[in-house]
């Protein structure tokens, strides 16, 4: 037997889109404590989208929230602010399953991100050992760029009419791992902000999942996660996850219930008071 130990990388939402099962994954702007980590597994939330692009977390408040999902069996999943190759590599050395890229607008574009997010031969990303996926393990290199050039994900956002028609082309670059689509940008952009229902939208979000369908990657749905009539549509469609809820969102949705319970209660007692004068 060989006393080489088997390696491997913990990424549970990344295994069941994969499979053509449907996914949630939990946006995250304004938790910082790594508690929220192991609140999403026990919720049966399959992974955790940290988003730089959409808030003030610095790079070491994110690596800890990617360090906590790793441990706790949750796909940390970050969206970077900008193109940069720094961003890239930083964000993947902290540990992330996925790093998701917004505002992709070429083909060009895209495959400089490939370059800077894969390791050779695909890429050029720069060798680091003991990495945090790999629960700091130490991993021969060879061993490890390979590993991780498969398990890690690259996923390019699609959030304009000009980049739906280059979905295709998107999803034939060696190295990109699927799609999202940015549905809010995209509405602006086609000059329907907001407007989920029309066609215009609707057929261009299809466009993109019939890309990934014709390459066997996946593809996910930002934007609309309170819309669960359309998401369910997409996904029937071949879409297998969705940004289905925000931090923010659904604390601001836990506490409108609670003041809404006590301003009723309030009302019942202020009139049971009156009648009782």
Known sequence: ???????????????????????????????????????????????????????????????????????????????????????????????????????????????????????????????????????????PTLQQNDLLNRHTMVIPMIETPDAVDLADEFLAIEGVDGILVGSNDLCTDLGIPGQYDTPAYQNAVERVIEAGVRSGKPIGIGGIGGRLDLLEQFFQKGATWSLSGADGAILQAGMKQLGKAYTDINLRVQGSRKGNI
Request: hydrophobic share 45%.
């Open 1 to 139: 037997m060989s006393d080489v130990p088997i390696i491997t990388v913990s990424n549970p939402w990344r295994d069941r889109i994969l499979r053509g099962e449907i996914c949630s994954v939990m946006s995250c702007k304004f938790f910082v404590s790594n508690e929220v980590a192991m609140m999403v597994k026990m919720a049966g939330i399959d992974g955790m989208f940290i988003d730089m692009e959409h808030s003030v977390l610095t790079i070491r408040e994110v690596s800890q929230l990617i360090t906590a999902c790793n441990y706790a069996g949750v796909s940390p999943i970050v969206r970077i602010p900008s193109k940069s190759h720094w961003h890239l590599s930083r964000i993947l050395d902290a540990g992330a399953a996925a790093v998701v890229i917004p505002h992709c607008e070429t083909v060009s574009e895209v495959q400089d991100i490939v370059k800077d997010a894969k390791y050779a031969p695909i890429g050029r990303r720069g060798c680091s050992n003991n990495q945090a996926i790999l629960n700091f393990q130490h991993v």
